[in-house]
Every structure is written in C-alpha cells, then in structure tokens.
C-alpha cells in the first residue's frame, strides 16, 4: 500500500521491536497465567515481568497496574468502578464536554441513573482549567483527559489533580492519547487513577491498562475468574500484555526525541495551511498541544469531502474521531470548544507518525491546499468569514 498514513491520533502501526516481543507468546509460550503447571508458571512469571515493567514507567507498585482489553474498558473500569463501589445516587460527579466517549457516555449514563454530572465547557482552544471545575460538598469523583484526541490540547493534569485532592475528590484521567509525549510518573501527576491503551503507542490493539492507586476500591465491570487481581475477569491477553508493556518502554524512553521531529513537522503543516489557505483555523491550542497533532476547519469545505479527496491522492487522514466517524454529526468536541456546526462540519485531523519523512510533508502540502480550492468550486453554500466573526482571525 503506498498510503501515506496521517491517522496516528485513531491507531498507530505496531513497532517492529514489540512484535518481536510479542512473538513467542503466539507460538511457544501459550499456557494460561492461572494454571500451576509449568506452562502456566512461565506464563505467569512473563505476566509478573510485564507488570512490573509498566509499573516502573509509571513510578507505581506493580499491583496498580491492572490490564484490560482496551482503553474503553479501563475507562468504563475507573469510572462506573468507583462510582459504583462508593457513591450515593445523590452524588456529583466532574468531567468535561470534549472527553473521548469511553468517558462521556459514562458520565451521560450515570447522570440517566440520578447522579449529579458537571459537564464543564472548555475555553476555546480545549483547555480545562482547574478553576473550571465546580465542586460542590458532596462532589467525589472527577475525570478529565489528558490529551485530546481530536484537537490535540493538552490539559495541566497535575494541576486538576491537585485540584482534586485539596477537595478530597478522587480523580481520574484518560492519558491514552498523552503516552510517549508528557512525563507518565503518576506521584508527579498525583492522580489516583489513569489509563492508557496500546494501539496509540505502536502496541496491537485490543489491549490497555488502569493506573489505580493503592487503597482506592472499585467494583468490577466483567465478572468470571480472579484474575487481575479481582478486577478484570477474564485469561489475559499475554501476547498483548507483553507488546504493550515493550511498547510504553519504548515510547517513554524515546519521546522527547520523537517529540523534537514530530513538532518540526507539525508546525510545517500548521504554518503553510494558516498562510496559504483562506477561511482556516486551527482548532485546539496553537502551542500546548500534541506534537503530531493538526486539527483545521475549512469554511465551505466538508471534513468528509476533504478526507476522501485526500484518500484518493494517497492520504489517509480522518475529520474527527476514529470512533464517531461512521456519524454525520461534527464532532462533540469542535461543538464543544463553542465553534458553530458550519465551521465544525469542515474539519479535518492531520496526526503524523515517527514513520513520516519530510517528503511525506512536501506531498501533502502541494495536495492539500488544491483539494480545498477544488471542494469549494463544488460547494454551491459560500459563507463569509463576516458570518463568524472571531473564528476565522
């Protein structure tokens, strides 16, 4: 396939090195953690390694570390967990209105049930701020993400946190998008629960994992045996435990390096389209936001339009989401930020990957600004930037 992939921000190809970790595991080393026999013990002791591995990453005793089958699982895990285990229906509760829906429609479920729910509004470029959150005498639970998966604006967690725990609320973050860029030392941070997800650091999808800090109960979500310490019910995953614990090594050890050139390329496209496209902006903050992330809306031209256009000259790229794609509706978290449905309708999410070159660029960067003009000559809508005035400045 000779696509240039721009859709790191959806899922990301698994780096060579954590096959090779992975391999045995689908061959040789099959047995089952729970078992007493030899094969069981050896898979019980990679078990055991991959753990730890993870552990010292984040700077957390091993058995804070408890693997799920995906970042939505350990989401719904943390947060109908705590809520479930240690809440009263009369309760509040604290995230925002741009959470990936793993947390959103949690929060929007246990809000049906009798909950009180705070959805808090970011400012316009995505940010949550702690002044932001509104706590009330019997607020016990906040979640709020780290790193934005559609925009890319990175929140001042340990802040939130802080925040938090001056106001004896437990707090939880969603980080998957934020591994392998921000410093993932959970004492520094001072959250009580995090999670984190293989397919957005080069590890196969179908594996994620839960940060909870020690002394915090939660009620399990998937019953059956007692494994992962009584939490998560179900024979590990062992080939994707292992991937993923090689490949959050890697992206910590390596991200400040891959930061560096994922930012020079990012910027590129930020500072060619902003010069040389008109009725453009750049959604999320312009400066504290992920290093490969670009996010734009185009007036008069549809996100959709736009990425199948750039799917037929070699690019694949998305107009929000990787979840909520197959929805004609903009996206939650543009419609959050406060820009108006026409300007949310023409977005596009530009997220590159340590495998992009500079050549890769130039060829995006001729194409790109052409498919606009052409998308927009097919428009027979033709609105002004006076029609949404501070959008477009």
Known sequence: MNHIYFDNASTTKVDPRVVEKMMPFLTDLFGNPSGLHIHSRIAAEELDKARLKVAEVLNCDANEVVFTGSGTESDNLAIFGYVYQNLAKNSYLITSKVEHHAVLYPFERLAEEGYGVDFVTPNLEGEILPEMLNFKENTGFASIIYANNEIGTINNIPRIAQKCREKDVIFHTDACQAAGVVDLDVEKMGVDMMTLNGSKIKAPKGVGMLYKRKGIKIKPQILGGSQE????????????????????????????????????????????IIKNVDLVRLNGHINNRLPNNCNFSFLNAEGESITLFLDNEGFSVNTGSACTTESLEPSHVLLGIGLPHEVAHGSLRVSIGTEASDADIDHFLEVLPKIIEKIRKMNPIHLKKEDFEGFFD
Do not use: C, H, P, S
């Not at 994707?240 to 490949?247: L, Q, Y």
């Open 229 to 272: 310490f009584g939490l998560r019910a179900g024979t590990e995953n062992m080939a994707g435990i292992v991937g993923f614990a090689e490949a959050l090594y890697l992206a910590q050890k390596e991200r400040l390096a891959n930061n560096e050139r994922l930012v020079k390329m990012r910027d590129r496209i930020t500072d060619y």
